[in-house]
């Protein structure tokens, strides 16, 4: 169905008419307004969603923090920007783009810069001067590319991201899209949640290691009292906001527990995002990455989060089964402040610049042809990545392809820690393959 921005309009109204007074009613009544206007594909996010809502889920108590809690024209643009068409239309253009043997991007990373004001641990954002940034032309033209290609969602990443003077002019020019930012928080001040507001199509997504000593320990000393500070002023002015943990044997426990989610959400973060460490960084060993049984336990403690707190929280890998395995160079991918269009973010190699080809071209390299073929790597979805759970399927199509790296240090997982991580593969291997299994029977047995 191809629904014209009159019509995603004319339900953007209704849908905000009829939600105006916050019920669980009216949010069930929503949900069964937009229901015949929805894609094939998506009509079984609506009945999952009618479904919680009527259990009573916290996902109900969610939806109400965010039309109570959330300013309006900040909702307004999250619904004509991003819910409508993906709920509508952009399925169709990717669907397009897969014909034509390109990528059916769902989102597109961008790290406009790799500058930062802060020197974590581990990150691979130093050393980088402004001559190093993708200039504003080269991101004004791929953002029209990908929205032409389906890609209503885009993740704006770095370096810093609100370093760059022009960052808002962006957010400007594309005000159809909707942009996530991962930010260190420590730039957002009552200025910056003015604009906020004021663009309406952007949720900051705020880095923070767990609480002040796991935090200031990776981001230095007084970090972790500037974030609280910085949610404090997004929440004070009703600008949507999440948090993002980067998930290290150090803090694993800590991120999970309930205390810290309990934290976030009193802060008023909406969504939490967790990723795994991964030593791309140059890193010749592999200490701050969580065990196997470390990350088993952030999936079970997921599932908990999930069915008793009001917030919306996603486990890149665990949650890799929803959508089918990896979804590097397929569903998403990384052009870097260089241009370079990476698989991922931690896919630290590339075949093509973005500079010297469209986006659409740039997805049919054989690099990426080659990650797609391969996809998923196994039939157990829980070990979906090529570069620390089967290591030896990333070297080969490293080999195979002529690709370069992208960052000093790209190789070191190839070579340095090669056998570290084979290590660490058999390890998680050995946890998730009775994990999978189990969790299949239950299945079967379920849909039987």
Known sequence: MNIGNSLKKELAVKAFQMLSKVSDENIIKFVDFIEPFVSQENKKIIAFAKNAYKEKTP???????????????????????????????????????????????????????MRCNLRCRGCYAQNYKVE???SFDVIDRIIGEAKEMGVSFFTILGGEPFIRDDIFEIFKKHSDAYFQVYTNSTLIDEKIAKKLIEVGNVIPQISIEGFEEETDFRRGAGIYKKILNAMDILKKNNVPFGYSV?????????????????????????????FLYMPVCGDKNTELMPTPEQRNNQRIRRDHIRATKPIFIVDFWNDA???????????????????????????HFAEVNIKNTSLKEATKCNFFQEIRKRQPYDQNLLMPCMLIDHPNVSREICQNCKVYPTHPGAKTLMEDIKDDLDAYSLEVHKIYDKVWEEEQKSKNKSDN
């Not at 509508?88 to 783009?97: F, H």
């Not at 979804?327 to 260089?338: E, L, P, T, W």
């Open 59 to 113: 996902a109900l108590i969610l939806t109400k923090r965010i039309l109570s809690d959330v300013d309006k024209n900040c909702q307004k643009k999250f619904l004509e920007n991003y819910v409508l068409p993906e709920l509508l239309e952009s399925g169709k253009k990717r669907e397009k783009s897969q014909a034509e043997g390109a990528a059916p991007l769902f989102t597109l990373l961008i790290s406009p810069s």
């Open 132 to 134: 190093d940034d993708l």
């Open 246 to 274: 980067c998930v290290t044997r150090k803090n694993a426990e800590v991120v999970m527990s309930d205390e810290f989610v309990d934290l976030m959400i009193e802060k008023g973060a909406l969504m939490g995002w967790y």
């Open 321 to 347: 089964p929803y959508v089918g395995g990896c979804i590097a160079a397929n569903r998403y991918c990384h052009i870097n402040n260089f241009g370079d269009v990476e698989p991922c973010i931690f896919t």
